[in-house]
Structures are given as C-alpha cells and as structure tokens.
C-alpha cells in the first residue's frame, strides 16, 4: 500500500467520524433548529355525540383540558406528521394560547372562538387557520349532527413554524424508583379517563368512562406516557357558556404537582414552566429529571 493510499483511508474515516457525529446530532435535535419545524394544534372534541374521533393516532402529544360542564376537551398537536382527517374540530379557548406558545409559532385549527377571544388570538403566536380563512380544507360530515360533524384535512392547511415535541419535553430512559402500577384513573367533575398498562405493547390503553377511546383510523388509543398536570385557574376574559357557567383558564406556566405514568410504573413529579416560551419540564420528588418515554404523550390538566 503506497503512502497516498495511507492518506487516503485516514481522510475517509475522519470523513465518517465527522459524519457521525452529525447524524448523531440530527437524531438528538431533529435535524431543526428551534422554531423551523411545522407544527400544527387542533381542538378536538370529547363528549359522547362527537365519538369516535378521527386523526387522534397520529398525534405526538394530546392535551386533555377541562371544558365547561365538567367535560373535557382535546388539544392534539403534531410535529411528525398529520392525518389526512381530523375532528369533529371544536372551539379555541383561552387556555390554548398559553399552552401552545411552548411549541413556538404552531398552526391552529379550531371551529371557532367567543368574540371576546378575537384579541387574545390575534395578539397570540398561533397562525390561525380556523374556518374562515380556510374553509376549503373544511367539511360536514352528514351523518352526525352539528356541532359534532366538522372536521378539517390538515395536509391543505397552511403550516405553522414551530418546536417539535422533543424540543419542548424531554424524551430518555426513565430514572430509577416509582411505584409499578397496572392502571390510574383520572376523574373530572363529568368525565373519567382510565389508563390500563399493556405490557406487551409497552403502552397505556385510553379509556373514557369505561369505553375504549379510540380512533376512527387507529383503533383504541394508546400512550407511552401519561402526565397528570395539576394547575391552577385565573381570571380570564369571563367567557361563558349558553347555560352561563364560566370557561375555565388555566395556568399553564409556573409550576405545581404532577403525576408520570411510563414503563408500567407511576412517579410522583414536579413540574416546571418559567415563562411562556419555554417548554414544560418534570422532576422527581428529589430534583432528578424525569423525562417521558418516546411515543404518544397524554397530558391531562387537572386543576387544583
């Protein structure tokens, strides 16, 4: 072998140590820098007319918010990709525009908003594509009635520009300790949500008041981790229902108690949101971090 032959080989392997190592980088971050990825939210309801949902199985995280009524209702956000079809697609609040700056400049699709909202979601960094401007990736569906029968195509929506759900929670191998459970239960005033641990699929099966939940083109929804957020109210913009009772806002920046469900096993946790920028973070009891398991998160806000 003659000494350019030598070189040669060095120089292709530091080519490959250095492609690596950016490959290696890519996988940590996503190969995006903060804020270039499309990230797209959509209100989704809960209540008994509009199931089963569509377009829930490809959703990186899921937001469950207590609504009016003591329902609940779903915000599913996308940063991998979206579903052909989603819905039925239901109201904005005012809890979705602080929530949702974690995730930068997202999309937003909603039905629709009280006017005394207008302001806050012009003022918010959320592209708004309800409706209105883009009705044509909007459609009734016939065999439901209204208001349980509007859905949305995302793929026609204009993107939103924001951070994937791995730059706003973390995802890695979960610490030692917690406390190995077969199921949790999580009850609002007219709602319960039951997570049963699959061992076999490695994932926690939904439930919705004793009913599988599942979607339309993805059967019983699952989660790799489940998150009970608890988190305090405060005044709003005093919107209220047809029966009068107020929407409730909640606060989903500071920090407060949690609960983390992942790997079969519960974890009493902390979490912690310092400005409305900043993604959400959770710590065990002791300060250690606690990341979430990769796949579908389900975050359920529970106030205080």
């Not at 949500?193 to 008041?209: H, K």
């Not at 004793?210 to 699952?222: F, I, K, Y």
Request: proline letters at 9%; hydrophobic letters at 40%; a negative charge.
């Amino acid at each position: 072998m003659t000494r350019g032959t030598k070189l040669s080989l060095a120089a292709v392997a530091a080519v490959l140590v250095i492609a690596a190592a950016i490959v290696g980088v890519l996988l940590l971050t996503g190969g995006d820098d903060p804020g270039d990825r499309p990230v797209l939210a959509i209100k989704i309801d809960n209540v008994a007319a509009a199931r089963p949902q569509t377009g829930l199985g490809s959703a990186d995280v899921i937001y469950c918010e207590p609504a009016e009524g003591g329902l609940t209702r779903l915000a599913a956000v996308y940063t991998t990709e979206v579903p052909e079809v989603a819905g039925p697609v239901r109201s904005a609040r005012e809890t979705d525009l602080e929530l949702l700056s974690q995730y930068g400049s997202p999309a937003l699709a909603f039905s629709g908003a009280a006017p005394e909202l207008d302001p806050l979601l012009r003022d918010a960094p959320l592209l708004d594509v309800s409706p209105g401007p883009e009705s044509g990736a909007y459609f009734r569906d016939g065999s439901r009635r209204a208001p349980h029968n509007l859905y949305v195509r995302p793929r026609e929506l204009p993107e939103g520009s924001g951070r994937g759900a791995d730059q706003v929670l973390r995802f890695a191998p979960a610490p030692s300790g917690g406390t190995p459970v077969t199921e949790h239960t999580v009850r609002y005033p007219a709602a319960s949500l039951r997570f049963e641990w699959d061992r076999q699929a490695g994932r926690w099966l939904v439930e919705l008041n004793g009913t599988p939940l599942v979607s339309t083109e993805a059967g019983q929804l699952r989660a790799a981790t489940v998150v009970v957020q608890h988190v305090t109210t405060r005044p709003g913009v005093a919107v209220r229902d047809a029966a009068g009772a107020p929407s409730p806002v909640l606060d989903t920046v500071g920090n407060g108690d949690a609960t983390v469900l992942r790997d079969g096993r519960s974890f009493d946790a902390e979490w912690s949101r310092s400005d409305p920028d900043d993604g959400t973070s959770f710590t065990t009891g002791s300060g250690q971090a606690l990341p979430l398991a990769e796949g579908p998160v389900w975050i359920l806000l529970v106030r205080d």
